[in-house]
């Protein structure tokens, strides 16, 4: 069974989470629509070490999980604001 680390309820299996997509940050307010354009459809999919929403069901959290894509290895979870805590 695959399990996920919520930070707030701990160690889970995988069935209670639900992917959220990769954390980007979105451009200026005032960006070009080219730009805009650019966040909303191109991703970079190449495998490495991703910063990833996920959403945990039973607890409605929503938190960033580090995990390298290629090994599908998660290196830590935290809650938005903690991105410096380890």
Same mark, same amino acid.
């Given at each position: 069974? +695959? @399990? @996920?680390?919520?930070?707030?309820n701990?160690?889970r ?5 639900t992917? &959220?997509g990769e954390?980007r940050?979105?451009?200026?307010? !005032?960006?070009s629509d080219?730009e805009w354009a !650019?966040?909303?459809?191109?991703r970079?999919g190449?495998?490495g @070490? +991703?910063q990833? /929403? /996920?959403?945990?069901g039973?607890s409605g959290t929503?938190?960033?999980?580090e995990r390298?894509? @290629?090994t !599908? #290895?998660?290196?830590?979870?935290y809650?938005k &604001? #903690?991105?410096?805590?380890?």
């Amino acid at each position: 069974m +695959k @399990l @996920l680390t919520c930070p707030v309820n701990g160690t889970r299996p995988l069935s209670e989470f639900t992917y &959220g997509g990769e954390l980007r940050t979105p451009p200026a307010a !005032d960006c070009s629509d080219k730009e805009w354009a !650019d966040y909303v459809h191109n991703r970079h999919g190449a495998p490495g @070490l +991703k910063q990833e /929403w /996920w959403y945990h069901g039973p607890s409605g959290t929503w938190f960033i999980a580090e995990r390298n894509t @290629l090994t !599908d #290895q998660v290196i830590r979870t935290y809650l938005k &604001g #903690q991105e410096g805590s380890k």
